[in-house]
């Protein structure tokens, strides 16, 4: 079955920076579309950014635009979150997601167990 693992998170200040990794196992992930969406405690979960399938797209919130990078590795089968210039704003789980043939959408078919970032100010 398919299999989404987030790694990387944890607890980090203001301005720092941390990289979340996203291992996938049970599809063929270079045909997958990759996203990354967050949900902070009382508020609904929001799409944060998506990469396309050999990486020729590259879709950002606007709030984390400059902030934020997504990367692929498509001979690891692993998607990466690199996040700079942390805010308070950004505490929340991070889930990484696949999707067949959508990008930018909050409907992607295999979802993550979700990973906690906490940014203390």
């Known amino acids: 079955q398919v299999q989404l693992v987030e790694s990387g998170g944890g607890l980090v200040q203001a301005g720092g920076s941390l990289r979340l990794s996203c291992a996938a196992s049970?599809?063929?992930?270079?045909?997958?579309?990759m996203g990354w969406f967050r949900q902070a405690p009382g508020k609904e979960r929001e799409f944060v950014g998506a990469?396309?399938?050999?990486?020729?797209?590259?879709y950002y919130a606007d709030s984390v635009k400059g902030r934020f990078t997504i990367s692929r590795d498509n001979a690891k089968n692993t998607v990466y979150l690199q996040m700079n210039s942390l805010k308070s704003e950004d505490t929340a789980v991070y889930y990484c997601?696949?999707?067949?043939?959508?990008?930018?959408?909050?409907?992607?078919?295999?979802w993550g167990q979700g990973i906690q970032v906490t940014v203390s100010s």
């Open positions: 997601a696949a999707d067949r043939f959508k990008i930018k959408s909050m409907q992607y078919e295999y």
């Open positions: 049970g599809l063929s992930f270079s045909s997958y579309a």
């Open positions: 990469i396309s399938w050999v990486s020729s797209g590259l």
